[in-house]
């Protein structure tokens, strides 16, 4: 295969006929080009005689967010690949098969997962998955300790946070989530009617404090491999099968990072729900659902992770300090409910917002959600360092929910 | 030049020759080899004509410590090389100056430090530095600073931190400093006049769980550029120069690292002087010096940091949020006071001892001077993560000292 350049839908399909043990090779197959465009091209290819198809990723040059085009490196289709071979290995059948990667290409072959649909539309038509919070916490407990120094070797640890170097994507979080909200930023987007809330975010300065030190830990703390950008746009899903996709913003972070961002999205949608139900007790019952969701991620993470430490942890002093698990445990808690506050006033008032909130056509529910999913965010940044119990995160959200509706 | 080889003499004095406006092209050069062989040859390359010297420093292979040889990564010399030229960068003047690096044969060419001596000796000696405070502080407040997120691009200090990556030099910390002194290990070292404070080191669980903490610390905490050796026996001085020597520990790790090992070895000394000084006035007036040099280093330090910070902060929120910079010195003194405790503890009944401590030919000063060692050292890791002030480590070290006496 020749040098770096964007495939076409022939190409595509001259790649996959030479996979090995996919398609027969007379097989007809059918191309189509899925992507949005705006940071890869995703080649859907199938075989309707066999019903085999795959998904063919291939990193383009630039990213275009909101009409705006800047270059991006194509090492991120390596640090992609190389993260869904890692999280295949700790986490089986949580991540989508990779068949193939091409480094010249910036192109990745994997499991097609048609028959999945993206979690974050699943939950706005009001769907639930019981065996999510089983899911992802198994994902979040295997990846995160069996690449943190709990878990592995702590010389190949430091080798393979050297090749998940990330800074360009880095800064993209630094950037939207640890920033630009927080003050009056270009990049900033929100309604006018919303104004009041954003200008109250840039003049908080408690909030920034905490923020400060949040984003500090995003900057400095090499704790485990994360995924990076764990919203619940990044997981394909059924009421029986769990996808985490996307791990292109991958780097050496801390743990609560991840776990935040899958709360966060959930309590998105939470604060969205002021559209999508037809009753009222139909909001309340799926906002329980969604809560109950919350609380038992972190518990079964809780647990997950715990018996992992127990039967697997590698370095001696932390297994044996009397009160480090204790201690880790709670600044761990802490740090999830500090970065699913940031991630979700990013969403109201950042560069990227979720469709659980933007999508209500109603325009005072959609201000609603707004402003409920600030009041959120916010409580959770502050609650953030005095947390010792997932409780407080779930009172937190019941009181903003109780004073959104004063 | 050829592949990798240990240099002979006649070999470096060629080497030398080549260097360009160092020495006359018919220059006579002497030789001598001064490294003590366990993991470096050191070439001293004089020219008696015209009083100039350089120093050539080769790494070996493998490293031998107390009879022990195990094998060693020449990369060491990289990132020794790399890091003198960027402290050398950061803070002129206060490392020696490096004239070439050979990759291939691990050698670095530096500056000759002849008319200094290591620091450690001057100590012993009871000579003063009054300077030194002020050299050190200007050299950790500078290299710390600008290697960090709050002192440079952030994008660049993670390529940076990629590039000091060293994961050999960094096990031997976590080993011999984060593991060892705090369980029966092959690896300590002590006399048997002092087995009840190493058993006591062994069964303290209020200690193992500071120095899990601590140990997380340096294992996770990518803040700054370290050198990552910084004792007294790592700088060259004289009453008027201080040059930081040696840094092949150097990695991204929690400043308060470096910062710590300076107060540490001081205060090694400080417990040292049970047999240093002629009259007890002496000692008491010694003491007091390198308690005033305690202070005034991290006191200094602060003011330029802090002074740095106002100057060429370049993280928006960092320098803006309200709280930030004093919660920032404050886990900063913390971490300082702890690895401080750390590095103290290891050098009475870890593998590696000081001359400060060990050389006293008098068994009891000899045992006096242990034992007070690790009652400041254990003091200050319990201290660690209370302490506000600079004031309270040495009221610990005062109250160590007088309950030693007691």
Not at 4 to 9: A, G, I, K, R, T
Not at 64 to 93: C, N, Q, Y
Not at 200 to 219: M, P, Q, S, T, Y
Not at 383 to 400: E, F, K, M, P
Request: hydrophobic share 40%.
């Amino acid at each position: 295969m020749s040098a770096y350049h964007p495939l076409n839908e022939t190409e595509a399909i001259e790649i996959a006929r030479k996979l090995e043990g996919v398609f027969a090779p007379d097989a007809q197959l059918a191309c189509r080009e899925i992507g949005d465009g705006n940071l890869n091209l995703v080649f859907h290819i199938t075989d309707s005689a066999s019903g085999r198809s795959i998904i063919m990723k291939q990193a383009l040059p630039y990213a275009k967010v909101v009409g705006e085009s800047w270059p991006l490196t194509l090492d991120r289709a390596r640090i992609e690949s190389e993260a869904l071979l890692l999280e295949g290995e700790l986490a089986p059948g949580l991540v989508p098969v990779v068949y193939l990667y091409d480094q010249e290409l910036a192109l990745t072959i994997m499991e097609d997962l048609s028959d999945h649909v993206i979690m974050r539309q699943g939950l706005m038509n009001g769907t639930r998955y019981p065996l999510f919070a089983g899911h992802i916490s198994t994902f979040l407990a295997r990846t995160l300790f069996f690449t943190s120094d709990l878990g592995r070797n702590q010389q190949e640890k430091k080798l393979l946070a050297r090749s998940f170097t990330n800074p360009e994507l880095c800064k993209i979080t630094e950037d939207l989530i640890f920033d630009d909200p927080y003050r009056d930023a270009d990049t900033n987007s929100f309604e006018e009617t919303i104004r009041d809330e954003a200008q109250a975010l840039w003049n908080d300065g408690e909030l920034h404090l905490e923020v400060a030190l949040l984003r500090e830990k995003f900057l400095t703390r090499a704790q485990s491999l994360l995924h990076g950008d764990l919203h619940t746009g990044s997981i394909f899903i059924t009421p029986e099968s769990t996808k985490v996709i996307d791990p292109e913003f991958a780097y050496f972070g801390p743990m609560g990072f991840d776990i935040g961002a899958v709360l966060a999205n959930l309590l998105l949608n939470f604060a969205g729900r002021e559209g999508w139900d037809k009753t009222d007790a139909g909001r309340e019952s799926y906002r329980a659902y969604l809560l109950d969701t919350v609380k038992d991620i972190w518990s079964q993470f809780e647990e997950k992770f715990l018996a992992l430490w127990n039967e697997h942890g590698v370095d001696r002093l932390a297994n044996t300090a009397p009160g480090y698990r204790e201690n880790y445990m709670e600044r761990l808690l802490q740090d999830t409910i500090g970065f699913a506050g940031c991630k979700m006033v990013r969403r109201v008032v950042g560069l990227a917002h979720v469709a659980d909130i933007d999508k209500l056509e109603d325009a005072s529910a959609r201000e609603r959600a707004q402003r409920l999913a600030l009041r959120i965010g916010k409580s959770l940044i502050k609650l953030n360092r005095r947390a010792v119990s997932i409780d407080q995160l779930i009172d937190a959200v019941n009181s903003a929910s109780a004073a959104a509706k004063a």
